[in-house]
């Protein structure tokens, strides 16, 4: 449905968007996720045409987002970063104006505006002016608006942000319940977010894609990095070289915790909770705690992001 | 495929074809949702005219318009001996509208991009030139409703004296025609920045150019082709002919086609703001 090759966009010397290539197709939906200016913003208005890419190409449903713009901006439903809308103006006058805008005929427009103020929880908002709406409030106006023409690829940009918990919750329902009729990305700097939401991520950070797949995927690399945590009774050198000696342990980091030895094992992905427990039998050492402390898509994202930060840091010194 | 999807890999030959294939499927959809030119302008249009009712400047610029008009008709054309024609009133309004117009219009683009809502117009299906074209002819529904509280007057004159309607009406017409050319100079400085201010100083320097500074260019030009080319490009010079009920083909082609330039100009700077 949706098909990005190599696209780069430069402002000046600075790369917004650097060589980055993936694939959406019909029905899924995508998140995202990337600190602020990692790229996210820029992907997405170079896929809306909003602005043309440096180099590279990009397809929507087939068609060419540069050559084809206007068949790629009928079938994108839009919701831009901070969902900028006339205050001036009620919702209805609002979503009427998109839909003339959109070439809808009177009837298909009503029908329209009453199935996504519907779907947008927005109907008993609908002859307030915008400027007098909550912050939440307006941005399902901005869905609404996305959603009017019922476009086969939604692109939403930071859907939930500024929203309250309960908001937040019914938007991600939302999202979700759309995601059966409608191909989606949406962008997000905050992980559970697309954790909640996505079938699939693409990390962006410093305008490369750092990390893409499946949600579980992407979880199971984060397990190669993941610890072990044992608490074993022994004579500290012992222990800590008995345990060295099984195969797959790549580290281990002892310290001294109310007479017990709380040990911090890093292995090369193996599980080896068993051949601990083992080792501490054998030798009749007692054991107290043994598990296995799964690093977060949080601090993966975090080292992730923070080597996209060093790499740009490099960068800018050879320049300079 | 689903798993790997992201791969960075080309698109293989039977990818492509499915893609190539699946779009004309969906142009039919499209096309039922009508072309967006015609129907995206009038949106515009009538979008762009209520967002003048709403906005207070223009309530401003309506307020000035009616005392200074006013005014003008009382102590000028109203006086005793004079011509019974708006000659008088017109020309004076033409002053006016050199600082007036760009004040109407300097919000118009400038506007969008300033509060991001460009965004969501320019990824509608609606070319740049719609946008222009509907912004253009909001804002001259809106100075012709302004025009239109001078029928009073008209009316005023009629009862004291016997103008003649013909030159009334080319007058008005004279009076639309000068209007979408300052209009259409506005929305060309208003596509230009973000800034509204701004957007309405160089509408006001343009403007001012292609009257008071071609008027003193035709008078005090060093050479006769320097001078005829001020008198050539003086606006005002072109509307006194309408105001004198002289409907002038030159004037007419004049004012249209400086209108059509900068609508065309406005349209081109807006397309390049893309680039940026």
Redesign the interface.
Same mark, same amino acid.
């Given at each position: 449905m949706i098909q990005v090759k190599n696209l780069t966009k430069a402002y000046g010397p600075h790369l917004a968007v650097d060589n980055i290539s993936f694939r959406v197709e019909e029905g899924e939906i995508v998140g995202f996720l990337g600190p602020n200016g990692a790229g996210k913003s820029t992907t997405m208005r170079i896929l809306t045409c909003f602005m043309p890419a440096t180099s590279g190409s990009a397809t929507v449903a087939g068609y060419d987002v540069f050559t084809q713009s206007m068949e790629v901006r009928r079938r994108i439903g839009y919701l831009p970063e901070g969902n900028p809308i006339y205050p001036e103006m009620r919702v209805r006058e609002f979503l009427n104006f998109r839909g003339k805008l959109r070439g809808m005929g009177r009837p298909e427009r009503e029908a329209a505006i009453k199935r996504v103020t519907d779907r947008c929880w927005l109907g008993e908002f609908i002859d307030r002016p915008i400027g007098q709406l909550s912050k939440g409030m307006r941005q399902r106006v901005g869905l609404a608006d996305a959603l009017l023409h019922d476009p086969p690829v939604l692109i939403l940009d930071e859907p939930t942000v500024g929203l309250d918990p309960t908001q937040i919750r019914e938007t991600r329902k939302l999202i979700s319940d759309l995601a059966r009729r409608h191909t989606i990305i949406l962008s997000s700097h905050i992980l559970p977010e697309v954790e909640a939401t996505c079938q699939r991520m693409i990390i962006i950070a410093g305008g490369k894609i750092r990390a893409s797949g499946p949600i579980s995927e992407v979880r199971e690399r984060i397990k190669g990095v993941s610890r072990l945590i044992a608490e074993i009774k022994g004579p500290k050198a012992e222990v800590e070289s008995a345990v060295r000696k099984i195969s797959g342990v790549k580290t281990v980091d002892g310290a001294a915790v109310e007479g017990w030895n709380r040990l911090r094992i890093e292995t090369d992905g193996h599980d080896v909770r068993e051949n601990v427990a083992e080792v501490a039998a054998k030798n009749n050492w007692p054991l107290r705690e043994l598990r296995l402390e799964v690093g977060s898509l949080e601090e993966y994202f975090v080292q992730i992001t923070a080597e996209a930060m060093a790499e740009r840091k490099r960068y800018t010194a050879a320049v300079a | 495929? #689903? #798993?790997?999807?992201?791969?960075?890999e080309?698109?293989t030959a039977r990818e492509r074809s499915s893609?190539?294939?699946?779009?004309p499927q969906?142009?039919d959809a499209?096309s039922s949702?009508?072309?967006?030119g015609a129907?995206?302008m009038?949106?515009?249009t009538?979008?762009e005219l209520?967002?003048l009712f709403?906005?207070p400047i223009a309530y401003v610029v309506g307020f000035i318009f009616l005392v200074v008009t006013g005014y003008i008709f009382v102590t000028d054309t109203l006086e005793p001996g004079s011509e019974a024609s708006m000659r008088s009133l017109f020309e004076w309004m033409a002053y006016l509208l050199v600082f007036a117009v760009p004040i109407l219009t300097m919000r118009s683009v400038a506007e969008e991009f300033s509060?991001? #809502?460009i965004? *969501?117009? *320019?990824?509608?299906?609606?070319?740049d030139g719609a946008v222009i074209l509907g912004k253009f002819f909001g804002t001259l529904l809106f100075y012709i409703a302004l025009l239109a509280t001078t029928i009073p007057h008209l009316i005023l004159m009629t009862v004291y004296a016997q103008p003649i309607f013909s030159v009334v009406l080319v007058s008005y017409l004279g009076m639309i025609l000068l209007g979408a050319l300052f209009i259409s100079v506005g929305l060309f400085a208003s596509s230009c920045t973000r800034h509204q201010l701004l957007s309405a100083i160089i509408a006001i320097a343009i403007l001012s150019l292609l009257t008071f500074g071609a008027d003193r260019l035709a008078e005090r030009g060093g050479t006769l082709a320097i001078r005829s080319f001020g008198a050539y490009v003086n606006i005002l010079g072109h509307f006194s002919d309408f105001a004198k009920g002289i409907l002038d083909t030159g004037s007419l082609i004049f004012f249209v086609s400086g209108t059509v330039f900068f609508l065309f100009l406005a349209t081109k700077v807006l397309e390049s703001r893309?680039?940026r």
């Open positions: - | 495929m #689903a #798993a790997n999807t992201l791969a960075t080309g698109v893609l190539q294939g699946s779009a969906t142009s499209a949702q009508g072309s967006g129907s995206a009038v949106a515009m009538q979008r209520a967002s709403y906005s509060s991001g #809502a965004e *969501m117009l *320019m990824t509608a299906p609606v070319s893309r680039w």
